[in-house]
């Protein structure tokens, strides 16, 4: 299996655009959680979905940002508008039964935006 | 909400020497689970603990739940270069409670 994958790897943007992070996890998993890393917060939770339903958004940061699961097999995070603030890494991880057992990350997007 | 707290934030150690991070919780736990970082990658998942005072042992590294199941540590033994990188612990309280991440233990290796 190639394990989570994430796309794109690098983004820059300018504040005001849509950007869109995208997710495949592992094929068989239920769970897919959304990560955002910074220096300051560390790993936060951003919104988990256990069979394409979300469970758990209340570490989405404000309206502007938004997450979808039409399947199992694809997730995106949208943030529109973007601002300076949301720069940060974001991570998409995958389990194969909730929360309570082993997550896999994918590689991880790196945003700026500027 | 559910809080996890780390220390310390960062640990220099001279190579061989021993290694300890701590992880506390402002409730009480279902389970708890380390991951790695190495630098510029993603966290990788290193192993669970979900039994009070709970004792498993990778090799060179230990790792202990409480017996409150409000804290965990993992211990490295005789550090080496290639244990360089972040350790995190994530707690969920149970039910449909996500992982909380804690900040992470940045593990810097002097040769």
């Known amino acids: 299996d190639a394990g989570v994958i994430q796309s794109p790897r690098h983004e820059v943007t300018e504040m005001g655009q849509e950007v869109t992070l995208r997710c495949k996890p592992i094929s068989g998993h239920n769970s897919l959680f959304w990560y955002r890393q910074t220096m300051m917060r560390g790993l936060e939770l951003l919104i988990y979905?256990?069979?394409?339903?979300?469970?758990?958004d209340s570490g989405m940061p404000e309206d502007r940002f938004s997450a979808k699961m039409p399947n199992a097999s694809f997730s995106t995070l949208k943030i529109q508008p973007s601002e300076p603030r949301d720069s940060a890494v974001y991570f998409c991880?995958?389990?194969?039964?909730?929360?309570?057992?082993?997550?896999?990350f994918g590689q991880g997007t790196r945003l700026t935006v500027v | 909400g559910q809080q996890v707290m780390q220390i310390p934030q960062y640990q220099h150690v001279q190579e061989g020497e021993d290694f300890t991070t701590y992880c506390n919780s402002s409730?009480?736990?279902?389970?708890i689970q380390w991951y790695k970082q190495r630098p510029g990658g993603h966290p990788v998942f290193l192993i669970q603990l979900v039994k009070s005072g709970e004792v498993k042992k990778q090799k060179r590294l230990t790792f202990q739940f409480g017996e409150a199941k409000k804290n965990s540590s993992l211990h490295i033994t005789a550090t080496q270069t290639t244990d360089v990188g972040t350790y995190f612990c994530a707690g969920s309280g149970g039910g449909a409670d996500g992982l909380t991440f804690g900040k992470g233990t940045h593990l810097i290796i002097q040769p």
């Open positions: 991880a995958s389990t194969a039964g909730g929360p309570r057992t082993e997550a896999f």
């Open positions: 409730t009480t736990l279902s389970n």
């Open positions: 979905f256990n069979n394409n339903v979300p469970i758990d």
